[in-house]
């Protein structure tokens, strides 16, 4: 019942800035988060906001650069991301966890962002 609807995404140039935004339909969940799928990669978590409380947590690679926020009357969650690197290209999905305690269970379609040095 919850979908997950991503927008931005692009191509820039390294130390350019971008924001990621995803509109959860349907119930609250506990927490939202993005990860990302670079090339040949598995894909790795980048950054998660609690729905409630609003802790958040990032992985260390972007710590500093990427700000992950909410707004939880509109079911809201942004990414920003600043000075941008090669590195942090690929696919970043938006997903949601319904409870404490579990994985993500929702997943949005995906947004391209590719950084040229």
């Known amino acids: 019942q919850v979908q997950l609807v991503e927008s931005g995404g692009g191509l820039v140039q390294a130390g350019d800035s971008l924001r990621l935004s995803c509109v959860a339909s349907?119930?609250?969940?506990?927490?939202m988060g993005w990860l990302r799928q670079a090339p040949g990669k598995e894909r790795e978590f980048v950054a998660e906001?609690?729905?409630?409380?609003?802790?958040?947590y990032y992985k260390d690679s972007v710590k500093g650069r990427f700000t992950i926020s909410r707004d939880n009357a509109k079911n809201t969650v942004d990414l920003q991301m600043n000075s941008l690197k090669p590195e942090d290209t690929g696919v970043y999905y938006c997903?949601?966890?319904?409870?404490?305690?579990?994985?993500?269970?929702?997943w949005g379609q995906g947004a391209q962002v590719t950084v040229s040095s």
């Open positions: 906001i609690r729905w409630s409380g609003g802790s958040t």
């Open positions: 349907g119930r609250t969940s506990f927490a």
């Open positions: 997903a949601a966890a319904a409870t404490g305690g579990t994985g993500y269970n929702y």
